[in-house]
């Protein structure tokens, strides 16, 4: 075929190339013509794997039934050869039943282009029709779709080669090989070379021999590192083996030809190495010390690459894979040339692109493999064949504008990003137009099924109910479908974003702060940008050109557009108090809270109140938190404090004072106290809802209903107090009750008195609430509800000055209230009732 007809075909598919170039194939001075016959030969060439092969003769006998041609049929005409009419495939009349499940299957493609059953189905109705024009028609779909299919292309070449198309066939053979290294297909070519070669006898000239080891040597450089070449290499010594020679050189140059392929076949992790090691035993202990067995078990070679849908299968062969290329990686054949190493890292990585195509990460280590063995172009070349097959990968595209910026070639990054930017916004605006159609399909089916009711003046009640539960139903879907498009719209602008943000900081290292400013200002006319293109912007003009004021500027232009966005007003006031601009931060806290709905202001208050209570006097710091509180009523005024006296991750009062650490399911640590115990007389036992019961029956009073809710204290933590009468009668203040204040200074942890210690654990066992001694009413256990919400809203025993009350008597008046269930109770009537108690008192 011509050259130039092939570098046109060739140039339609992406190429991947090798590390190590081809060798040298036979040329055209190289075929045989034996005894002045026409029999048709081939052999393989460097420009191309379908330039190995020469054109048919003019005539052939009838087509074979398969691409196994017989070697008669290499004496007979081309012209028999079915010609090749680009005429565009017309489907069968729509009366036909082929034609209607012709149809059924175009629709089914149309819908989904990868579904791979329907083109199946599609080819074999075709091909059941018998027009090859048609067949071809609908290959020639399929590959524009699967361009790596390997049994697509078999297909392909064997229609081709059962009407004896020989010209087709090398077409067909320049475009697919060097793209799609599959074996199969490899193995197709090379039994289509020795066909064509082979006399009827069987008998090869010396010329037409080495034609054949040539056409081997090229077809093992591309796949022959591949595990399921095994076959090849035993098919390429046994052809090597059968070789007749006629005098001693012949003989000896037969062996160093079997000597090379053992050598090089034992080396590589083969299916049939085992066999191929039993007859080459002497490099029993050489280099192929591993084999591929278990990503063999694991890597699923008969999938076609589809769009990803992040399935289990589907990352279970991604890491598969990814596991292949790193052994390879690591050279576990410890091989000494990294040529070779190079070779079979390359070539894992191209066998993983033929079926995880769609995984940009495979595109990406690719490259990065080139530019870590020094070869940037070639990582260009393999990012620009995955761009265009993920046309909306940011991986892929900042990739390459990193390379591209390395190697000072700012136009084609520049061309990138934009091209980039196009995809993003034909996602949205395909988005958008389904959403419509979706409403609009909505609407007119309302539209219909009111008109095809018979709607009057006078409408009765349970017709315009139907009407009413109709309208409702139908605005419901249209509000899920407006849901659906604005999130997915949503995650498509905030990805446009990040690729602004990427180009003006790519142009402003490539070209300056000005070239940046200009993609901003294209940035925010975009329909879809968010704000993080203005902190962006605003931040670069601030740190790089140290320019506060512009940076202010931006962010004044992005309030305007994101004033009710929190984490952008968030954003500008981190700007604000950086800059140590009080009266503008205050003014913008100001601004904001005016704006910005209640349920999206919760972060501003916090950050407001944060700011005052470090940077404010105590009088702001109440007034915001006492404005806080009126916005939010359920912010509890205690939370608030212990915020406001924390400092980063320091949280003292909440992690040692407020139970920090156990309402976070983190146990605290022990505190380790001697103590003594003793044996209850009443035993409890418990019960199927975690309390416990006395051996009579009765449930203790102290048990909790909801331990899980409320806080409560650690009785084994509580001291033995028994107070005296006197205390009891003491004055409101009383020496007594200034002993129990916590001293304040340096004294205070030596001379704090024995009551403001930690209690000690099992204390409570010891307490005497009855004048019988050791014989106490209490069982241990947590409080009741209602007593737990009682106590935790009693302030802290600091804060008390009064006189100090009975705690024997307290505890008799509690034991004897009734406390009603927690369902139907109230806090007042339970506090009243204690109230009324202690004034008996």
Not at 146 to 159: D, I, Q, V
Not at 392 to 397: A, D, E, K, Q
Not at 406 to 428: F, G, M, Y
Not at 621 to 643: M, N, T
């Amino acid at each position: 075929m011509e050259n130039a007809e092939t570098e046109e075909q060739a140039n339609n598919v992406p190429e991947h190339t090798s590390d190590t170039e081809m060798p040298n194939a036979p040329t055209a001075d190289e075929t045989v013509d034996k005894n002045n016959q026409s029999d048709r030969t081939a052999k393989p060439v460097d420009n191309g794997p379908t330039d190995h092969v020469k054109k048919a003769p003019e005539s052939i006998v009838s087509a074979p039934g398969s691409w196994q041609i017989p070697p008669g049929a290499l004496a007979a005409s081309n012209n028999t050869s079915t010609p090749v009419n680009p005429v565009s495939y017309h489907p069968p009349t729509a009366s036909s039943k082929a034609a209607e499940k012709i149809e059924k299957v175009e629709q089914r493609i149309r819908d989904d282009q990868y579904d791979l059953d329907a083109w199946t189905i599609l080819i074999n109705e075709i091909q059941n029709n018998g027009d090859i024009n048609a067949i071809r028609d609908v290959y020639e779909r399929v590959l524009k779709v699967f361009p790596t299919s390997a049994r697509h292309w078999l297909g392909y070449l064997e229609l081709e080669l059962k009407h004896a198309n020989f010209t087709e066939v090398e077409n067909i053979f320049t475009r697919c090989l060097k793209t799609v290294l599959s074996v199969d297909l490899w193995k197709f070519y090379l039994n289509y070379i020795r066909r064509i070669n082979n006399t009827e006898d069987g008998k090869l000239e010396s010329d037409t021999r080495t034609v054949i080891e040539k056409a081997y040597d090229y077809v093992l450089v591309n796949v022959g590192i591949d595990k399921d070449s095994g076959a090849i290499w035993s098919d390429y010594i046994f052809f090597l083996k059968n070789a007749e020679t006629s005098n001693t050189w012949e003989e000896q140059r037969k062996m160093d030809s079997m000597r090379r392929v053992y050598q090089r076949a034992v080396a590589i992790p083969l299916n049939n190495v085992e066999h191929l090691w039993k007859e080459y035993d002497q490099w029993e202990n050489g280099l192929n010390r591993l084999t591929m067995k278990a990503f063999a078990d694991t890597i699923n070679r008969s999938v076609v690459a589809k769009p990803t849908e992040w399935t289990e299968s589907e990352i279970q062969q991604l890491d598969a894979w990814k596991q292949y290329i790193a052994w390879e990686t690591g050279n576990p054949l410890q091989l000494e040339d990294n040529s070779q190493v190079s070779e079979r890292v390359v070539y894992a990585y191209q066998q993983a692109l033929i079926y995880q195509r769609f995984y940009p990460e495979i595109w990406y280590e690719f490259s990065n493999y080139y530019i870590e063995t020094e070869k940037p172009d070639r990582a260009m070349a393999v990012l620009t064949s995955g761009m265009e097959v993920l046309p909306s990968s940011l991986l892929l595209h900042f990739a390459y504008v990193q390379l591209c910026e390395t190697q000072k070639k700012v136009p084609e990054a520049r061309q990138a990003l934009d091209a980039l930017l196009e995809n993003l916004e034909q996602k949205i605006e395909v988005i958008e137009k389904a959403a419509s159609e979706e409403i609009e399909e909505l609407d007119r089916a309302a539209a219909e099924e009111r008109s095809g009711m018979d709607l009057g003046d006078d409408i009765d009640g349970e017709l315009r109910e139907r009407l009413r539960t109709k309208e409702k139903q139908v605005e419901k879907e249209k509000n899920k479908i407006k849901d659906d498009k604005n999130s997915k719209v949503g995650v498509l602008a905030r990805t446009c974003s990040q690729v602004w943000i990427i180009y003006m900081q790519f142009m402003r290292r490539s070209e300056g702060i000005k070239s940046a400013r200009s993609i901003f200002s294209k940035a925010r006319k975009f329909a879809h940008v968010t704000y993080h293109v203005f902190v962006a912007s605003a931040l670069m003009e601030y740190y790089n050109s140290k320019e506060p004021i512009v940076a202010g500027k931006i962010f004044e232009l992005g309030l305007k557009s994101f004033g009710d966005d929190a984490d952008f007003v968030e954003q500008y006031l981190d700007f604000l108090i950086q800059l140590n601009d009080d009266n503008n931060t205050r003014a913008l806290f100001e601004r904001a809270l005016a704006v910005m709905p209640n349920e999206k202001a919760g972060s501003i208050w916090r950050k407001f109140a944060t700011y005052e209570s470090k940077y404010g006097d105590m009088t702001g710091i109440e007034r915001v938190e006492k404005r806080w509180r009126d916005a939010f009523p359920g912010e509890s005024k205690l939370s608030i404090f212990v915020e406001r006296n924390s400092y980063l991750n320091i949280e003292a009062i909440k992690d040692l004072e407020l139970g920090g650490q156990a309402r976070e399911g983190k146990a605290a640590p022990p505190i380790q106290v001697p103590t003594t115990t003793i044996q209850d007389q009443n035993p409890v036992v418990s019960d199927k809802r975690g309390g416990g019961k006395d051996r009579k029956g009765n449930r203790s009073l102290l048990d909790a209903y909801h331990p899980e809710r409320y806080p409560r204290p650690d009785f084994n933590l509580w001291q033995a107090h028994t107070p005296s009468a006197d205390a009891v009668t003491a004055p409101p203040v009383s020496a007594a009750a200034q002993a129990i204040k916590p001293p304040s200074g340096p004294a205070a942890s030596a001379s704090a008195p024995l009551s403001n210690q930690p209690p000690a654990a099992g204390a409570l066992s010891q307490m005497e609430l009855d004048p019988p001694v050791n014989q106490s009413r209490w069982k241990q256990g947590a409080l009741p509800e209602a007593v737990a919400y009682f106590l935790s809203q009693l302030p802290p025993p600091e804060a008390f000055e009064g006189p100090i009350i009975s705690a024997s008597s307290f505890m008799d008046i509690m034991l004897t209230t009734v406390i009603p269930p927690p369902p139907r109770v109230t806090i007042g009537s339970i506090l009243d009732s204690i109230r009324s108690s202690i004034a008996t008192v």
